[in-house]
């Protein structure tokens, strides 16, 4: 059977070409060195893309595309794809809006701290043109200073906490997030932007969308203090340039720090002339470690994506993620894993799906729904672009009835969800809940308390609780040179259920060969 082909656009860290090249469950095209016309070609037949900014996902782009299910943006920002193109032809866009977080943070406060000292004009009087003239370099202490934060997600809360350790007055503006996020932080919140405009640092960690070009302009600044520092490291045109230029030419800006230009690559900006900017050429993501998170989580996104297990940060879902709480997307991505899990234990004939919620994310079940389908139906419906804007309405061909229940909070855990299936054949349910801020766990398979990862290789054993069972099956893989990873095992009054991890694929002569032990009940094989 043809596999189905992921296609690399830009060039990306060596850690995410190494997961696609050893997979052999893809096929894999580096496309990074390919001219325009050549990779409209290369991507016809790819079904998972993964772009970085020099590739424009545009109309003939997507003309180009006949078989593309995902792509997958190798960073956070999405200036560059039609997201709505992308939607009316049913290609999932997702991101990896996390892995720079550090990167863009450090670089912030290394901006930051180089205005207040102006360490690169220091740095070059003394090693450039070899002068030693302390009295020019008289710069200015953070501690006790204002700074002013525009956007307090990932990287702007981090870029505060750090920060409080200089012992700044810091206040944060975010229309999108709970002030309780800044306030539990010992963080001033605000509602007026006139309170981050009387700042005496300012910095801004927005997206770049029609609601945030050019925020910050000339009527913006006319209301800062003279001798304002203004700060970019996030994207391009936030600032308007024409009015940045005038006010740092005039010194109503005493400094700024930019690593973000409206057109990128730049080297011809007038920006450039002036004497009290320090630029960079677009680094947030330029560390070791970033590029490699970045690189990693791209190609085991893409993957997953492509096998139709989850679609990690998408951003073009039937659901306006700027009105859920944080906390539900990472329950939208476990509910499809638990379903697509399900889906691999009876791949029967699915009659009923149904989603079970304790505790806050039981507010979400009419959209959770729609993961579970999805993930429950990707092995069924190979030849079928399914995906979260079709997922009931083939659901609904398929004559499966769809049910949602929302239980008492009575189980122990903040939030929990359960995905039932009912095949002609058998029933499955699983429960799951999220740790922290994105840890996934499945703590119960069948009424078998568990706790596991959703994610990997995995071999399910139920089988009589008696002694020698574990030995026995672990002789079988030991043979078949399948090395075992992790030992998971649940215990009721009908017997027990091993869930074994392991390296390798599991081949069905195998599972034969387990299921043909005397006190083996069911043995199953899956993958996410």
Known sequence: MKKEKIIVCDHLHQSGINILENSNEISFVD??????????????????????????????????????????????????????????????????????????????????????????????????????????????????????????????SRVGERAQAFGMDIVAFDPYIDPKKATDMDINYTNNFDDILACDIITIHTPKNNETIGMIGQKEINKMKDGVVLINCARG??????????????????????????????????????????????????????????????????????????????????????????FVKPYMELTQKIAFLISQLDKSQIRSIRLEAQGDIATYLDSLITFAIVGSLTNSSSNEKLNYVNAKFIAKEKNIELETIKQPNNSGYKNKITVKITTKNTKNKISGTVFDEDVHRIININNYEMDIEPAGKMLFV???????????????????????????????????????????????????????????????FVNI
């Open 31 to 156: 496309a990074s060195d390919l001219n325009k016309t050549e990779l409209l070609v290369a991507i016809q037949d790819a079904t998972v893309a993964i772009t970085r900014s020099s590739t424009t996902i545009d109309d003939e782009f997507l003309k180009n595309a006949k078989n593309m299910k995902a792509i997958v943006r190798a960073g956070v920002g999405v200036d560059n794809v039609d997201i709505d193109g992308c939607s009316k032809l049913g290609i999932i866009v997702m991101n990896i809006p996390t892995a720079n977080t550090i990167a863009a943070t450090e670089l912030t406060m290394a901006h930051i701290l180089s205005c207040m000292r102006k360490m690169p004009f220091a740095h070059n009087q003394l090693k450039n043109d070899k002068i030693w003239k302390r009295e020019d370099w008289y710069g200015s202490e953070l501690y006790g200073k204002k700074l002013g934060i525009i956007g307090f997600g990932n990287i702007g």
């Open 237 to 326: 045109g936030l600032y308007d340039e024409t009015a940045l230029y005038d006010n740092l030419k005039c010194g109503k800006i005493s400094i700024a720090g930019i690593d973000v230009f409206d057109k990128e690559p730049t080297t011809n900006s007038k920006l450039f002339d002036l004497n009290n900017i320090i630029v960079t050429a677009h680094l947030g993501a330029n560390t070791i470690e970033s590029q490699y998170n970045i690189a990693t989580q791209a190609a085991t996104n893409a993957m997953q994506a492509l096998k139709g297990i989850s679609y990690p940060h998408a951003l073009n879902l039937p659901i306006d993620e700027t009105k859920i709480p944080k």
């Open 462 to 524: 139920r089988n009589s609780d008696v002694p020698g069972v574990v030995g026995e099956v672990g002789k079988i893989l030991g043979d078949k040179d399948i090395n075992i990873s992790d030992f998971r095992l649940g215990r009721h009054k009908d017997g027990a259920l091993a869930v074994i991890l392991v390296d390798n694929n599991i081949d069905e002569s195998t599972v034969e060969e387990i299921s043909s032990l005397k006190q083996a009940k069911t043995v199953c």
